[in-house]
């Protein structure tokens, strides 16, 4: 069990990991697909069609209280660029909405669970402007708030979706520390 993360603001970290993962996408177009990301051995498209599955599976939880553990798969013709837009809206439909989450056999509350969520939107938000050429960092209010919660929802989690820490410098921002928190090497 998760300990309890005081003043959790999963909701609003939420939404605005998704205003950053959004902003991040504008730049993205189809002949950007092929570059490489931060995410060792991802290209673009792979990352796109990667955070459009996770906002889909955020989305299921949130509008159903329960996530399967089997992805959708994704119409033949669906660009990379709209699958993360239209998922994006619907988790921030579905944001309203914050009960008790199934995973599995697993329970998690609601907030939680938007919390982890907005971890892993802003931080391939930041891939996705790397891999871009716009550079955008993660803004740092938000960033202050996700390195709070990363301790109650990355246990678990880490091996499977981050690389391992990495050191980001005495004098980095919050966002800074966030990305290399989560095993990717800060722009300086």
């Known amino acids: ?3 309890p993360c005081p003043d959790l603001k999963g909701r ?3 939404e605005r990991a998704i205003g950053f993962a959004l902003t ?3 730049a993205v177009t189809p002949d950007m697909l092929p570059r490489r990301t931060p995410c060792a051995s991802w290209d673009l498209e792979m990352l796109l069609l990667h955070l459009g599955e996770s906002l889909s599976a955020l989305h299921e939880g949130l509008a159903l209280g329960s996530v399967k553990l089997a992805s959708v798969p994704l119409a033949q013709d669906a660009h990379p660029v709209s699958v993360v837009r239209v998922s994006a809206i619907r988790v921030l439909r579905a944001s309203g909405a914050l009960g008790r989450v199934e995973i599995g056999d697993r329970r998690l509350e609601g907030d939680l669970m938007a919390a982890a969520g907005a971890v892993e939107v802003a931080v391939h938000g930041w891939d996705i402007a790397q891999a871009s050429g716009e550079r955008r960092p993660v803004p740092c209010g938000l960033a202050e708030q996700l390195l709070k919660v990363c301790p109650a929802v990355m246990p678990g989690v880490r091996d499977r979706l981050f ?3 990495v ?3 005495p004098d980095a921002d919050a966002g800074e520390r966030l990305v ?3 095993g990717r090497r800060p722009l300086r």
């Open 1 to 3: 069990m998760h300990e």
């Open 12 to 14: 609003w970290m939420l």
């Open 24 to 26: 991040s996408v504008q």
């Open 163 to 165: 690389a391992e820490p």
């Open 167 to 169: 050191e980001s410098g």
């Open 180 to 182: 290399a928190r989560l």
